[in-house]
């Protein structure tokens, strides 16, 4: 049989490869690649390069008609990825250390990854139940490392590192959890607590939306909540406090008073199940912002501005290259200063525009959503569109798999919820001026794939 428009020749939606990606970048442990390939050799990263081309070759290939919908996050992030090729470009054309080289390419793959899952988010769900369920999917996993992190904390042992997968190699050396005032900070399948916990957080609005309104199994959800808001704790990340604060003004903002005094009680009654039954813990949060002035990670990130402004200074506009910026000059924990140093204004300007885009859109499917249950998961949307966009400010989140491919597959989620309850608004249009229609009613609803 032919394939139709929303979908591959063997009945495979985009929703389908999605939940593939979701498990790939979840379930393997990040620091496990493809040896030959290095930082590019994640199962996951693969996985999204290969999105991107057959993104590339849904779109030479389509031959069905249409109705036409907006689709500004597509837009932005191809106009970005072109952005970075120039970028990448000019790097090359420019002398460039030896030890470089090889970064900017795997940083070049990588970005076409991103935007390969993007891009498949974005224009392949073909329904809102498709989509809820690349959602539905998404809290699940999250959910899952989650309860992992919470028996890592409670046995003080990694237990990822001793999997073995067939063809993947460790890309980091050591073991154990990382500590902080004694106690271990879980990190799931993660590289580090940070990524963690922000990767938690971007998806702790959706989780919220899911326990709250999902139409079956809340007692399900409602347990993954209570486990992602647990791990948050136990991460002993600043970033992570600070994403999840983020994320959780932006999700209360659509609240009324009542549900704003019920979160916050349970908000305070999960601070002092920790303080009572995890000793310490609650007070070393604490103390991350009560003592920050003292903290050396602190002291770091303001003592890079100097550097990072001579690094501008010599090609402020395409900047040096994405992934050239190397740790032995400084490691800057903050992705936006990065994405300045490498991409130069065009690059960072780009990024702003597509992450604007993307809450835009997620706004503007809130606003036309008919389901009480879509308007609570566009919401839920621009709530980790933003803690995704603050974890940028917080840390390095292009340096660690999870956490970006996390937030682009959240940009392109946003943008396809605003092309699909805009394609409502236009079915309904072009119903109620009976207009003569040759098209499926999820074609008409701007449901085509990639």
């Known amino acids: 049989m032919a394939a139709t428009s929303d979908q591959l020749p063997t009945g495979i939606d985009a929703t389908t490869l999605l939940t593939i990606y979701i498990c790939l970048l979840l379930a393997i442990p990040s620091a496990m690649v493809v040896g030959p390939l290095g930082s590019a050799g994640a199962p996951s990263a693969i996985f999204a390069i290969g999105a991107f081309f057959l993104w590339v070759w849904f779109q030479v290939r389509r031959s069905s008609q249409v109705v036409r919908v907006a689709r500004p996050v597509r837009a932005a992030a191809l ?92 890309s980091t050396v050591g073991g154990g959890l990382i500590e902080r005032n004694g106690h271990p900070r879980p990190s799931g399948t993660s590289t580090h607590p940070i990524e963690y916990g922000v990767v938690l957080t971007m998806v702790l609005p959706i989780a919220i939306a899911y326990a709250l309104k999902a139409p079956s199994r809340r007692w399900m959800y409602r347990a993954f909540l209570v486990a992602i808001g647990f791990a948050i704790f136990l991460s002993i990340s600043r970033s992570a406090m600070l994403c999840a604060a983020v994320a959780l003004v932006v999700l209360a903002a659509s609240w009324g008073a009542a549900a704003r005094v019920r979160g916050l009680i349970a908000l305070i009654a999960m601070a002092l199940v920790v303080y009572l039954f995890v000793p310490g813990v609650l007070g070393t949060v604490i103390d991350l912002f009560a003592g920050a002035s003292q903290d050396p990670s602190i002291a770091s990130r303001t003592g890079s501005y100097d550097l990072a402004g001579e690094f501008i200074s010599h090609s402020p506009i395409v900047g040096r290259g994405f992934g050239t910026f190397l740790p032995k000059y400084w490691i800057l924990d903050n992705g936006y200063l990065g994405m300045l140093i490498e991409g130069g204004i065009l690059g960072l300007g780009g990024l702003l525009v597509l992450i604007v885009a993307a809450a835009i859109a997620a706004r503007q499917a809130r606003r036309m959503a008919v389901d009480d249950f879509d308007r609570a998961l566009a919401q839920a949307l621009l709530a980790s569109i933003a803690s995704g966009a603050a974890g940028l400010a917080f840390f390095d989140t292009f340096g660690f798999p999870q956490s970006a491919g996390c937030f682009f597959l959240l940009l392109g989620l946003s943008g396809a919820l605003w092309r699909l309850t805009q394609g409502q608004v236009v079915a309904s249009v072009v119903v109620d001026s009976k207009v003569p229609i040759g098209l499926s009613s999820d074609q008409t609803a701007g449901g085509e794939t990639p």
């Open 79 to 170: 106009a970005w990825l072109l952005i970075m090729v120039v970028v990448y470009a000019h790097a090359m054309s420019s002398p460039l250390p030896g030890d470089e080289i090889s970064p900017a390419d795997n940083g070049l793959l990588k970005l076409v990854g991103f935007t390969g899952i993007l891009l498949i988010a974005n224009d392949g769900a073909p329904t809102l139940q498709r989509h809820r369920a690349a959602l539905r999917r998404l809290v699940i996993g999250v959910g899952l490392i989650a309860a992992l992190g919470l028996l890592q904390y409670a046995t003080r042992q990694l237990w990822v590192d001793r999997l073995q997968v067939p063809g993947l190699t460790q």
